[in-house]
C-alpha cells in the first residue's frame, strides 16, 4: 500500500518534484540529508494553494533541523570522532481529488547518545481548500472518533504482542496526531516509546474506514 513517488510524476493537476538537502557540518560535526517533496501547480485554477502546501513541509524540515542543531549544545560525553547526524525522507500515501497524505520517516542521531531516535510526521493536505487537515476535520461535528479509533488499534497492537504500554492507545488527541489517509483506511502511526519499547521500533496500524461507521464528513470521506 505505501508507495513512493521520484522525481517528477503528474498526479491529478498537479506536479511533484523533490528537494535534497545535504548539509555537513565539522564544528559541531553532524550531517544533514533530507528529500522532501514539492508540490508545483500547473494549472491557475490552483492558485497558490500549492505553496501552502510546500510552506507546510518548509516548516516541518526547518523545526526538525532546529531541534538537531539543539541537541549538539552539549555533546561532552560523545566518543572522538562521532558525528551527529538527521535523516528525513517520505511517502506520500494517497494524492487523488485535490487531497494530499505524506509521511515523514525521521531518523536522528545525538553523538554520544545510547541509540538514534526514529520519529514519523504527517502532513494531510485539503488543496481545494489550502487547508492542512487534522483527524477532526474528517469527522461529522461532534462525533466520538477516537473511541472506535482506539477500540481498534489496541486490538490490532494486542494481536500482534506489541501493546506494552497501553496508555499510548487511549482515545486521546494526542495518542492519534501522526496519522495518514490512504486508499481504503487510515494508517495511524507510533513512534518510538509510544505503544512498546525501544527495541521493538515504531508500530503502524492500518484503520479500514468501514471499521469506524457513518461518522465520516462526507467532504472526505470518498477522497481517498
Known sequence: MLFRIDGARRLDFERWTVKHIDLQSKTPDFTVTISQPVLQSTGASSGGKADAFNTAVDAFVASAQADLKSGLTDTTGA?????????IDYNVLASN?????????????????AHPLHNIYSINYNLNTGKVLTLADLFKPKADYLTPIAKFVSAELKRENRLSFPDGTLPKAENYGVWNMTHGGLLFSFTDYQVGPYAQGESVVFVP??????????DYFFAV
Do not use: C, E, R, T
Request: proline share 6%; aromatic share 14%.
Open 97 to 113: 481529488k485535490g487531497f494530499i497524505s505524506v509521511q515523514f520517516l525521521i531518523d536522528q542521531f545525538i553523538a554520544g547518545a
Open 209 to 218: 474506514y468501514s471499521a469506524l461507521g457513518d461518522i465520516f464528513n462526507d
Open 79 to 87: 566518543p572522538p570522532g562521532s558525528s551527529s547526524s538527521l535523516h
